[in-house]
């Protein structure tokens, strides 16, 4: 399922690595020294709020979901924080972050913190370990 | 629909007033001057995580699209911003705040930040409307 007059936001596509394409979303993912931080981007042209997507928003829930598990399962984090803010990026996407008790912003929420980079090949193995728990083909 | 087993964390109480019932999820509201703020809370006994819900996440799913509508046409603010965080009230609950471009928080979500009480008639109103807009027995 693709929309062919979807394309990825420019600064969407220069904040994060491609982990793979899910069903509806364009999986991506954050690279942060502190957080497992991934983003569901629907491949719907034009969508900003999670409404706009009607009948899809239930694929989404499923995907939302589903990839809340694998970075479970992955990080072995203690909570995960879901959200869908789009105050700076329009373009409809959801953060789905990784969070442990007593992490560096614990137990505020990490949107609007600086982000610190990570050493670059744990965030390859995080990528790749998602990609694998959700059976998708890796592109990152 | 209702779990027997379910009660409203009492943090949750303290923080929110009553909007109504949902089929799913119990609907409530956040008092603050700067911004109109609903939380979805599912009736489920010992949800933490979205994907705690299993099938009924479909459902939160389409609360999240129909409260997100009431909210705008009843505020007419210019985003929606939606976030399953949980660090601190363990309960699974999901904030729906309508967001303006150039509120005193703009672009940063509210999260996290002090929340500062707005007038109760104005609260009320809010209240009332989006009960109203959902068609709920108000119980605000």
């Not at 990825?8 to 931080?37: C, F, K, M, N, R």
Request: proline share 6%.
């Amino acid at each position: 399922m693709s929309d062919p007059a979807f394309s990825l936001d420019p600064q969407l596509a220069a904040d994060t690595v491609a982990v793979g394409e899910l069903a509806l979303s364009h999986l991506a993912a954050i690279d942060h020294g502190d957080y497992p931080w991934l983003v569901l981007v629907p491949r719907v042209a034009g969508a900003v709020e999670i409404a706009d997507l009607g009948d899809d928003a239930t694929r989404l829930m499923a995907e939302i979901v589903s990839v809340s598990r694998a970075l479970k399962r992955v990080s072995r984090c203690d909570k995960i924080n879901v959200g869908a803010i789009g105050n700076v990026v329009a373009q409809l996407h959801v953060h789905i972050v990784g969070r442990w008790h007593g992490d560096p912003a614990w137990p505020k929420p990490v949107w609007g913190t600086p982000i610190r980079k990570g050493e670059a090949a744990g965030f390859a193995r995080l990528r790749h370990a998602i990609a694998a728990e959700l059976e998708l083909a890796s592109i990152g």
